[in-house]
């Protein structure tokens, strides 16, 4: 199956930091997105992008296919942009919603 | 706009007894839905996918099963919890004609002690 690598595992940052999150991808992909996991366990989604780029407020998000990455970015970030992220994506060639997880991006704000 | 709810929140269930988790989605009709399970760690795995009403497919072979009695009804079922079912249990819906993003419900918590 498709294998995905999210990196770094652990990042702690500093209240008003900036941050890249990265995510790779071993196969062609139909879909991409990006979520937060909050500290109740919901999936927040962030960003549908097997493509491109997107942002939303002090996030964006990028995916180049080509070359089978995609990066998160968090500007000015804040103590509630704590939480897990993760990237998921659908290999092409598959049903729609079987996606395969990263193993997340544990995020730790300080203020 | 579209909700999608599971029940209950949390379970707390001996070894052996059974299991039903339910999910339901309003404001939308024919999604797709899923079952994922998050266990210890981080990452999550696809249990079961459903495309219409009595359509099941297995992901994984394991102690679980998965039914879709109505369009917008998905239920997870045991009938005898082991200590490896433990975990946080997330149905999902996606529209194909809206290209398949995926959301998620707010999770089930299955502790089997």
């Known amino acids: 199956g498709i294998q995905v690598e999210q990196s770094p595992p652990d990042l702690i940052l500093q209240e008003g930091a900036n941050s890249t999150l990265r995510c790779n991808f071993s196969d062609s992909v139909n879909n991409l997105q990006w979520f937060h996991q909050n500290p109740w366990g919901q999936l927040i989604n962030l960003f549908y992008?097997?493509?491109g780029t997107k942002q939303n407020g002090r996030l964006s998000a990028t995916t180049v296919a080509t070359e089978r990455y995609s990066l998160l970015y968090i500007s000015s970030s804040q103590t509630t942009d704590s939480g897990v992220y993760f990237c998921a994506v659908e290999r092409r060639g598959t049903s729609y919603g079987k996606l395969t997880f990263g193993q997340g991006t544990i995020l730790t704000v300080h203020p | 706009s579209q909700t999608i709810h599971q029940w209950p929140a949390t379970l707390v269930q001996p070894v052996g007894s059974p299991l039903s988790l339910e999910c339901t989605v309003e404001g939308t009709s024919n999604p797709n839905l899923y079952w994922y399970r998050q266990a210890a760690g981080r990452g999550l795995q696809l249990l079961f996918y459903?495309?219409?009403?009595?359509?099941i497919s297995s992901e994984v072979p394991q102690n679980l099963s998965a039914s879709r009695p109505q369009d917008r009804q998905f239920i997870l079922s045991s009938k005898k919890l082991l200590l490896s079912d433990s975990g946080f249990y997330l149905c999902?819906?996606?529209?194909?004609?809206?290209?398949?993003?995926?959301?998620f419900g707010e999770g089930s918590r299955l502790t089997v002690l």
């Open positions: 459903s495309v219409g009403i009595g359509q």
């Open positions: 992008i097997p493509s």
């Open positions: 999902a819906w996606t529209l194909v004609q809206q290209g398949g993003e995926l959301f």
